[in-house]
């Protein structure tokens, strides 16, 4: 039996709910009626990456050595953009592994596509229109028919999203369309993933808006193929989502809030200096290249130096040009948006011991002037939540940041508190998980995990489940007269990977 997995990037039942029960969204409401359904757990910070990873390789994001869409080096003076192609294995080499062939459609943090058995077409928001694909062969299929990541237009605002919905719509159509065409052309595939994205874009800037669920509705009118196969016994159909999504209340600026707190020094960047002297912000340079046509060209002749130095509405810089401006030397702490801070590697333990402690303090107490809401549900110690060869990498703390909170991460913004502005829905955790197919029960799933996914299709699949995963097989999804329940989970010990995952932990260490 085939098996395959959606994922709908920054799905929450929070928003969806209200359109299920009222009916408008009937293929969702029959999954979740007569299937299994629950709240997602999802790895902190609550981000497409790293949760992709975290999903296809059932590991934490200390042995993936990803931590959000930047990681901070103190030793190096770098902020950068991690390495998406980790080395790790997923959920597809251990199927192709077996001789199982795969097909991975428009997941994020695929780029550039890996060699598989079968099909991989990379996702955004980092994958380009071209090189997208392995075979390349196919990708000169996919290109014929037409077949985009990402739409020509830059969508920035919540007027872009309605403005170009037609598009959006039809760049979700056409994944559900490759998807069905792969199924019925190409009987050898037996395991299918397929991501719908542009569905969080609408999230993050029209939030529930009539577009959101116009957006919403086209994901179910497709999802209708998939769910007949599932009643006729074809499929075993999975929907999950790397996190879930929440209306914005406050906006916080927490490397502005570092700053003015004492922990964050920082210098002037001449580049972002002249921008800000001219009233050039990024989105009015978005603007004035998409109306003389200029945005699809803009990247490639502009150096991300350039374009990140260009200061927000607010004034802040983001991802590298935050490099430039940080006072290594002089300050302690600097963060990420959604989330993670780092501190200076230079400190002394016991200093590193009492910043942390005093980070926690404040921020788990810190509330919005503007609305009263606490900033965040918990902080938490990077040894709490992280474990594997690249624990030293991650950050000191990471926020649970609470619920219609946005962490924003640039610096140099002009306050410490805001008010949304053109996004108005942000990340959270959980995300949402549900099922439905020959092998899967009906009822509300409790307790599980992003990480649980790539275990618990191992073991579906009748595969061994490699014991350098951290997540659980859970067998509470499966009905209680499948194979897949009564089964016993079958753990690798030997799996090729786990070597591979102990020599680079004693090169790390030195040892080798």
């Given at each position: 039996m085939k098996t395959v997995i959606l994922g709908l990037d920054g799905a929450a039942f929070e928003l969806i709910d209200p359109w299920i029960e009222s009916g408008e969204l009937p293929n969702l409401k029959k999954i979740k009626e007569e299937g299994v359904f629950g709240d997602l757990s999802v790895c902190l910070p609550p981000v497409t990456c790293p949760n992709w990873k975290c999903y296809s390789t059932g590991k934490n994001p200390g042995k993936l050595g990803i931590f959000w869409w930047e990681n901070i080096d103190w030793e190096k003076r770098k902020v950068y953009v991690p390495n998406y192609r980790t080395s790790s294995e997923e959920i597809w080499d251990y199927l192709n592994d077996e001789g199982i062939k795969t097909a991975v459609i428009n997941m994020p943090t695929t780029y550039p596509p890996k060699e598989v058995d079968g099909y991989m077409v990379a996702g955004g928001p980092d994958s380009m229109n071209k090189n997208f694909a392995y075979p390349s062969s196919f990708e000169k299929e996919l290109l014929d028919s037409g077949y985009k990541v990402r739409i020509d237009e830059h969508?920035?605002?919540?007027?872009?999203c309605k403005k170009y919905f037609d598009e959006i719509a039809e760049m979700m159509e056409s994944r559900f369309r490759l998807g069905k065409n792969l199924?019925?052309?190409?009987?050898?595939?037996?395991f299918l993933h397929l991501t719908i994205t542009y569905i969080n874009g609408l999230h993050h800037f029209l939030w529930d808006d009539e577009i959101v669920k116009e957006g919403w509705k086209v994901i179910d009118?497709?999802?209708?193929?998939?769910?007949?196969?599932?009643?006729?016994g074809e499929i075993n159909l999975l929907l999950m989502s790397d996190h879930g999504s929440n209306r914005i209340r406050d906006v916080f600026n927490i490397n502005t809030w570092l700053e003015r707190e004492g922990y964050l020094?920082?210098?002037e960047s001449p580049v972002s200096n002249i921008f800000k002297k001219i009233g050039l912000t990024r989105s009015k340079a978005a603007e004035i290249a998409k109306k003389i046509g200029f945005w699809?060209?803009?990247?490639?002749?502009?150096?991300?130096?350039?374009?990140?130095?260009i200061p927000t509405e607010e004034g802040g810089v983001k991802k590298d040009a935050k490099e430039r401006v940080i006072d290594w030397e002089e300050s302690v702490a600097v963060a990420s948006g959604q989330g993670p801070i780092y501190l200076n590697e230079n400190m002394k333990e016991s200093e590193n011991k009492t910043v942390r402690k005093e980070l926690i303090k404040k921020l788990e107490n810190l509330e919005s002037p503007i609305t009263g809401r606490k900033i965040v549900k918990r902080v938490y110690r990077k040894e709490e939540i992280y474990s594997g060869e690249y624990f030293e990498d991650a950050p000191d703390l990471?926020?649970?940041?609470?619920e219609h909170i946005h962490i924003q991460g640039d610096i140099g913004n002009d306050k410490v508190f805001s008010k949304p502005g053109k996004w108005l829905g942000e990340n959270k955790n959980p995300g949402l998980f549900m099922g439905y197919g020959p092998d899967i029960g009906s009822k509300e799933i409790e307790?599980?995990?992003i990480l649980d996914l790539a275990p618990t299709v191992l073991h579906m699949l009748e595969l061994p489940v490699p014991n350098v995963m951290d997540g659980q097989v859970k067998k509470e999804i499966f009905s209680e007269d499948s194979n897949a329940f009564t089964r016993k989970v079958k753990p690798s010990n030997s799996s090729?990977?786990?070597?591979?995952?102990?020599?680079?932990?004693?090169?790390?260490?030195?040892?080798?």
């Open positions: 969508i920035s605002s919540g007027e872009d199924l019925e052309n190409d009987m050898e595939i037996d009118d497709n999802l209708e193929h998939l769910v007949e196969l599932a009643e006729e020094k920082t210098k699809r060209k803009l990247k490639q002749i502009i150096p991300n130096s350039v374009t990140e130095s990471i926020i649970d940041q609470n307790d599980i995990s090729k990977e786990a070597i591979s995952e102990k020599v680079k932990e004693l090169k790390k260490a030195g040892k080798i």
